[in-house]
């Protein structure tokens, strides 16, 4: 059981460049989300998922763009990268968000260090 | 939308004393308030949480209280040890523009030896 994994671990692009960052569970999670961590910062939401081919927009959607095709990934899409982009970026899973509904802990991957020069 | 304020920013506390970072939220609807320790480099891991139902909740040296009439709720950490320092996170979940986990900023926490 490998929990919330993504890939890269690092990345540098430059102006303009578009990546992938790529996040899957195995936890048969149905709730996946997508923060960002500014230096000395708390996460902000960037977009959100309750199942496969559903997806919301969360707190700071603009110049990102997610796809849910299978319930284990949650790819997020950066189309003409900008410096505002460099950050941390963390994908996190969990099983409901409902409290009367049961479990809410969300799972964290490690991180994605991204840098926009 | 939901805003989560954290205070304070930095705490530094000799091992051994109390620690006790308080968070406020704005959203009367947010229902449910988890707790996050983040490690230098590491992800963020949730150590405590509390439903809106509940007032208080204890794990071992950590306890949480909310208080739903202030819209506040706190993080206490007993006899601190070295191990604790990290960065904490208090959350909020808003139902009310989405499901959605709102963060703090963070504390910094240093426990001296």
């Known amino acids: 059981n490998a929990g919330v994994t993504q890939t890269p671990k690092f990345r540098i692009l430059k102006i303009g460049q578009s990546m992938t960052l790529q996040c899957a569970q195995d936890m048969n999670h149905n709730y996946m989300y997508w923060y960002r961590q500014d230096p000395g910062m708390g996460l902000k939401l960037i977009y959100y998922s309750v199942g496969a081919g559903i997806t919301d927009k969360g707190e700071v959607p603009n110049g990102y763009n997610v796809s849910r095709s299978t319930t284990e990934d949650f790819p997020l899409r950066l189309e003409l990268a900008a410096p505002s982009q460099t950050s941390v970026y963390f994908c996190a899973s969990s099983y409901s968000l409902s409290p009367g509904q049961g479990y809410n802990e969300q799972f964290f991957g490690p991180g994605t260090r991204l840098t926009v020069l | 939308g939901e805003n989560v304020e954290q205070h304070p920013s930095t705490l530094s506390v000799q091992e051994g004393d109390s620690a006790v970072i308080k968070c406020t939220y704005s959203?009367?609807?947010?229902?449910?308030f988890p707790w996050y320790k983040q490690e230098l480099g590491k992800r963020p891991q949730l150590i405590i949480d509390i439903r809106s139902n509940v007032g208080e909740k204890k794990d071992q040296r950590i306890a949480v209280t909310l208080n739903k009439t202030a819209k506040h709720f706190s993080l206490h950490i007993t006899e601190t040890q070295p191990e604790d320092s990290a960065v904490y996170f208090c959350a909020a979940f808003s139902t009310n523009t989405g499901n959605q986990f709102y963060f703090g900023t963070g504390t910094s926490l240093t426990v001296i030896p």
């Open positions: 959203d009367s609807a947010s229902n449910y």
